[in-house]
């Protein structure tokens, strides 16, 4: 089988597992992300199969939204396999999946990718910043019940993934300042650290707009 045809193959999978997420994690967002892999793939070395295809698959086990992480990387694993994808190309990415979230990052020995899970990774990255971005958070937000603002809430800085993952200190403004800021000095490519300047820049002037209104500057 082709490269092209194992795309194919991996873009139903994909699309059958997420097209009904509802909390900014949906497909439209995988086709970001595999889009944006393609994109840095021009310019920088990796993997096209092992990329865009851990792109494809990088939030099906997630384990902020399936109930059964395992369950759901060994059917992963089943089809990768049924799809004559080697040994060492499931092994690959199937490291990549489990370790470019965020939430991996935090804490002492953050796992260390190949150029190829790099470049997903700042993919996934760029799409957690911006206009697209800025809109996800407030989604994902609303989903989970966080409140917009409390300025008595101030925010954290995060030291591992349980802290990560507590959302009862959690404001939707506050996770720019916990998050989203931080994602440009942590890309790892220079085709995405240099996308990744315009976003980040959005990003400010939405809040600065945002606090002024707040405080009824403006």
């Keep these: 089988m082709d490269l092209s045809n194992k795309i194919a193959k991996v873009h139903n999978f994909s699309l059958e597992q997420m097209s009904s997420d509802t909390t900014g994690h949906g497909f439209d967002h995988i086709l970001r992300v595999v889009n944006m892999t393609k994109k840095i793939l021009k310019n920088e070395p990796g993997n096209p199969l092992v990329a865009i295809s851990a792109a494809y698959l990088h939030d099906i086990a997630d384990d902020k939204l399936v109930s059964d992480p395992a369950v759901q990387n060994s059917k992963t694993i089943d089809f990768l396999s049924a799809n004559a994808f080697s040994d060492s190309e499931i092994s690959e990415i199937m490291y990549i999946t489990k370790n470019l979230s965020f939430s991996s990052s935090l804490g002492q020995n953050p796992p260390v990718l190949s150029i190829s899970g790099q470049i997903v990774q700042d993919a996934d990255r760029l799409d957690a910043i911006g206009a697209i971005g800025t809109l996800r958070a407030i989604y994902y937000g609303g989903k989970h019940s966080q409140v917009i603002y409390d300025p008595t809430i101030k925010p954290r800085i995060l030291k591992n993934k349980t802290e990560y993952r507590n959302l009862s200190k959690e404001t939707i403004i506050n996770h720019f300042y916990e998050k989203l800021l931080n994602l440009k000095k942590m890309m790892n490519t220079s085709t995405?650290?240099?996308?990744?300047?315009?976003?980040?820049?959005?990003?400010?002037?939405?809040?600065?707009?945002?606090?002024?209104?707040?405080?009824?500057k403006i």
């Design 192 to 216: 995405a650290k240099e996308i990744a300047e315009g976003r980040q820049a959005f990003m400010l002037s939405f809040l600065n707009e945002f606090t002024d209104e707040w405080n009824g």
